[in-house]
C-alpha cells in the first residue's frame, strides 16, 4: 500500500495549479490576439460594423448554447485532465482555419466553432481548483502565492470523494444525467446565482463589445498602427491583471458586493470620460483606467457563485454564469455594430456606460453574501 507523503502531494498540487493557470492563459491568449486582428479583418474584407461585430457574435452565441451542456457534462463525466485538453484542441483549430479563409461565412462558422471549446474550459477548471484549495478562493496573482502556501492541507485526496450526491451511500460517487438536470433546476432557483449570472450577462456585453470596437476604434478613427492598437489593448488587460489580487483582497475583507458595485460604477465613469473625449488623444488615456475597474472583478464574481453553490454543482454554476455571460457577449457586439452603422462609433461607447449601470443594477438587488470564516 502506496502512502502519499507530504512532498509528494505538494509537487502534485503545484503541477496541477500552473499546468491549468497555463491553459487558462491560452484560452484568453487566443481570442485576445483575434481582437488585434478584427481592424485588419474588416478592412481586407470590406465589412460593416454590424458584420464586425457578428463574427463575435456567432462566438459567444455558440459559447452560450454550449457552456450549460458543458458544465452538466463536466459534472456527469468527472475526467476533467481530458475534457480540457479537447477544449483547448477545439479553440486551436478553427483559429487556423481561419487563417486559410477569406470568406466572410467562414468567418463565422469558425468563430461559432472557438466559441463552443473556450467555454467548455472554465466549467471544467474553476470548480477544479476550487475543490482542490478551498480555503481561499482569491483570483489572480494572490490566489497563486496562496493556493502555493496552502498546498499541503490538502493532501492526496481523492477529488471526487466530495462529489457524492446527497441520500448516496458514503463514497459512492454518482453523476447520472438526472442529477445534473435536478441540479440546474436547483441552481437556478437561487436567487443569488440567478442575479449574479444575469449582473454578469450585462457585464460581459459591456466588456465584449468593448473588446470589439476599441481596436477598430483606435486604428480607423485615431490611425493607430497595429503594434499601437496592441500595446493599448495590454494596457487593458494589464491593469485589470494589477487590479485583480487587490479586488479580491477587499471583497474578503470588504464583501463581494461593495468591490463589485464600486468597481462597475467607476467603470461607467470612465466610459462616459471616453465617449465626451471623442477622437481626441485624451480617448487613448482612459483606457488603463477602464481596464482597472472593469476587468478586476471577473474572479469576485465567480467566487461569490461558489461561495453561494453546493460544492458538487460546482461545474453545472460555472457552466450557468459562462453561458450567461457568453448570451450577454453574444448580443453586445451586434447590437454595438447596429449603433456604430447608423449613429456613429462614438455613439456606442455612450450605450457601454448605458449598460454598465444596468450591470450594476442587478447586483445591488443580488441578496448579501453569506460570510464565511477562512
Known amino acids: ?19 491549468i493557470s497555463a491553459g487558462h492563459m491560452m484560452t484568453h491568449w487566443y481570442p485576445a490576439t483575434f481582437y488585434l486582428l478584427l481592424p485588419l479583418i474588416g478592412n481586407e474584407l470590406g465589412l460593416s460594423f454590424s458584420q464586425i461585430g457578428s463574427i463575435l457574435t456567432c462566438q459567444f452565441a455558440a459559447g452560450a448554447l454550449s ?27 478553427p483559429y487556423l482555419a481561419m487563417g486559410f479563409s477569406h470568406s466572410y461565412w467562414m468567418l463565422l462558422v469558425c468563430a ?9 474550459w472554465h466549467p471544467t477548471a474553476i470548480p477544479l481548483l476550487a475543490q482542490s484549495h478551498p480555503e481561499r478562493r482569491v483570483p489572480g496573482v494572490a490566489a497563486s502565492v496562496l493556493l502555493l502556501l496552502l498546498l499541503g492541507r490538502g493532501g ?13 451511500s458514503p463514497g459512492r460517487v454518482r453523476r447520472p444525467a438526472l442529477h445534473s438536470f435536478a441540479g440546474v433546476r436547483l441552481l437556478l432557483a437561487n436567487r443569488t446565482v440567478l442575479m449574479l449570472s444575469l449582473g454578469s450577462a450585462v457585464r460581459a456585453m459591456t466588456a465584449m463589445t468593448l473588446l470589439t470596437f476599441l481596436p477598430v476604434f483606435l486604428a480607423n478613427e485615431l490611425g493607430y498602427s497595429p503594434a499601437w492598437v496592441g500595446g493599448s489593448l495590454f494596457a487593458l488587460q494589464a491593469a485589470g491583471f494589477a487590479a485583480a489580487p487587490v479586488s479580491g483582497h477587499l471583497s474578503d475583507r470588504m464583501g463581494r458586493r461593495n468591490i463589485i458595485m ?7 465613469v470612465v466610459l462616459l470620460f471616453m465617449a465626451f473625449a471623442g477622437r481626441s488623444p485624451a480617448f487613448a488615456l482612459f483606457v488603463a483606467f477602464l481596464g482597472f475597474f472593469l476587468f478586476a472583478i471577473r474572479a469576485v464574481l465567480q467566487a461569490w457563485l461558489l461561495d453561494a453553490t453546493p460544492k458538487q454543482l460546482g461545474g453545472t454554476s460555472i457552466g450557468i454564469l459562462f453561458g450567461t455571460q457568453a448570451i450577454g457577449a453574444a448580443i453586445g457586439p ?21 449598460t454598465i449601470v444596468v450591470a450594476n443594477m442587478f447586483i445591488l438587488f443580488t441578496p448579501a453574501e453569506i460570510r464565511k470564516d477562512p
Not at 336 to 353: E, K, R
Open 112 to 120: 461559432a466553432l472557438v466559441g463552443i471549446g473556450n467555454n467548455l
Open 1 to 19: 500500500m502506496t502512502t502519499i507523503t507530504a512532498e509528494t502531494a505538494l509537487r502534485s498540487s503545484f503541477r496541477e495549479v500552473w499546468l
Open 334 to 354: 451586434l447590437i454595438g455594430g447596429v449603433i456604430a452603422d447608423h449613429y456613429g462609433i462614438i455613439a456606442t461607447f455612450y450605450f457601454l456606460a448605458a
Open 67 to 93: 457552456n450549460l451542456p458543458g458544465g452538466m457534462l463536466v459534472d456527469a463525466i468527472g475526467r476533467k485532465g481530458l475534457l480540457m485538453a479537447v477544449a483547448l484542441s477545439w479553440i486551436g483549430l
Open 262 to 268: 464600486t468597481s462597475m460604477a467607476m467603470s461607467g
Open 156 to 168: 492526496g485526496a481523492d477529488l471526487d470523494k466530495d462529489r457524492s450526491v446527497p441520500g448516496s
